[in-house]
Nanobody, 123 residues
Framework: QVQLVESGGGLVQPGGSLTLSCATSGDTFSTSAMGWFRQAPGKGREFVAAISGNGAVTYYKSSVRGRFTISRDNAKKTAYLQMHNLEFEETAKYYC????????????????WGQGTQVTVSY
């Protein structure tokens, strides 16, 4: 199945912006829905955003809608998460995930996962 590798995490100030990338390998990226999840210390894995295989349908956690944008470049087999106006509470390890065709909002519906990239929102 598809292999996923996240990158782009790091330290960002509150109110700042950061863009995460999820590079994939394999031949099924264009038919895979992609998702982003995050997990803070002591917390469960939380849905952030998802996008359908063709990019036509997107889902967002309500608190990030209007600030975050999920996108994909099927030619590059890469998914992205643009994050703006970041808050302290959004410090977490961010994970990329994939599942067939249609997007979902729960972690158990995704089949493949990356190792995660740390995002720290702090002065």
């Amino acid at each position: 199945q598809v292999q996923l590798v996240e990158s782009g995490g790091g330290l960002v100030q509150p109110g700042g912006s950061l863009t995460l990338s999820c590079a994939t390998s394999g031949d099924t990226f264009s038919t895979s829905a992609m998702g982003w999840f995050r997990q803070a210390p002591g917390k469960g894995r939380e849905f952030v955003a998802a996008i359908s295989g063709n990019g036509a349908v997107t889902y967002y956690k309500s608190s990030v809608r209007g600030r975050f944008t999920i996108s994909r470049d099927n030619a590059k087999k890469t998914a992205y998460l643009q994050m703006h106006n970041l808050e302290f509470e959004e410090t977490a390890k961010y994970y990329c995930a994939a599942r067939p065709y249609v997007p979902a909002r729960t972690a158990y519906e995704f089949d493949a996962w990356g190792q995660g990239t740390q995002v720290t929102v702090s002065y």
